[in-house]
């Protein structure tokens, strides 16, 4: 079970979606972000390593025969 924080995000409204084969994330925010074109590639960069890293244990390794969790 996820650990309970201080919302780090108020304003924003998250939209999830799991279904057996997608996963989508959208989230409505409160303000304009109004980024560059470098901005907009660090944010998406970081949105991909943080979306990785929270499905990695749904994905077989070299060897293993399934999910971890």
Known sequence: MA???RCQTPGA???VIIGPD???VDVDLPFDLALGEDDAALLE???HNMVELVLAPYFAREGDTGRTV
């Open 22 to 24: 997608r996963i989508a």
């Open 13 to 15: 409204v998250y939209w």
């Open 3 to 5: 650990t309970a924080t």
């Open 45 to 47: 960069a970081n949105l």
